[in-house]
T-cell receptor, first 112, second 117 residues
Framework: QQPVQSPQAVILREGEDAVINCSSS?????VHWYRQKHGEAPVFLMI?????EQKGHEKISASFNEKKQQSSLYLTASQLSYSGTYFC?????????????FGKGTKLSVKP | GAVVSQHPSWVICKSGTSVKIECRSL??????MFWYRQFPKQSLMLMAT?????????EQGVEKDKFLINHASLTLSTLTVTSAHPEDSSFYIC?????????????FGEGSRLTVL
């Protein structure tokens, strides 16, 4: 049931772009994206609901393809502050609200 | 934004003792709170869903008699690790969503690092 994230890790130079993928074998109601910095709590980035949508926040956006049960997080013109581990959390259709199953995470390192 | 506070931030205890971790929503009410466990460099694993005024719902493989959860009010949930052993050492994090309004956003506490000697 745990969604699969790829890649496991990525190293970027400031200003470069990255894509993080999240896929599930189960029918999803929503996909949530969080970023966690070392030793800190995860911070909410965005949620995508079934119905297939795309959202964006500044230079971070995401899409959700409900037919494929896949979501992708797009980071453009990356900044040093983008470094951290990105987790997708999936909510199943018929599941309890807020009951998220998290992927193993993608560690993003942005270098100067 | 909504704030969730956990206490203690870290705790070291001897094997066999019990440890209580508190999770508080400071500026909002939360009918449901979630407890996770995170091992180093690994994902957040949902342990249980804490419901105000009722019994917690535990995920498969989580011992409810070992990890006692109490959600006595709309702003406080506690996790008690009973008879802790070294293998219980981990980072425990709670989260909560806004009561009555589903936005999908969960607010996470800062986490509590438990070390059992």
């Amino acid at each position: 049931q745990q969604p699969v994230q790829s890649p496991q890790a990525v190293i970027l130079r400031e200003g470069e772009d990255a894509v993080i993928n999240c896929s599930s074998s189960k029918a999803l109601y929503s996909v949530h994206w969080y970023r966690q910095k070392h030793g800190e709590a995860p911070v909410f980035l965005m949620i995508l609901l079934k119905g297939g949508e795309q959202k964006g926040h500044e230079k971070i956006s995401a899409s959700f393809n409900e037919k494929k049960q896949q979501s992708s997080l797009y980071l453009t013109a990356s900044q040093l502050s983008y470094s951290g581990t990105y987790f997708c959390g999936t909510e199943m259709i018929g599941g309890s609200q807020g009951n998220l199953i998290f992927g193993k995470g993608t560690k993003l390192s942005v270098k100067p | 934004g909504a704030v969730v506070s956990q206490h203690p931030s870290w705790v070291i205890c001897k094997s066999g003792t019990s440890v209580k971790i508190e999770c508080r929503s400071l500026d909002f009410q939360a009918t449901t709170m979630f407890w996770y466990r995170q091992f180093p460099k690994q994902s957040l694993m949902l342990m249980a869903t804490s419901n105000e005024g009722s019994k917690a719902t535990y995920e498969q493989g989580v011992e409810k008699d070992k990890f006692l959860i109490n959600h006595a009010s709309l702003t406080l949930s506690t996790l008690t690790v009973t008879s802790a052993h070294p293998e219980d050492s981990s980072f425990y994090i709670c989260s909560a969503g806004l009561a009555g309004v589903y936005t999908g956003e969960l607010f996470f506490g800062e986490g509590s690092r438990l070390t059992v000697l």
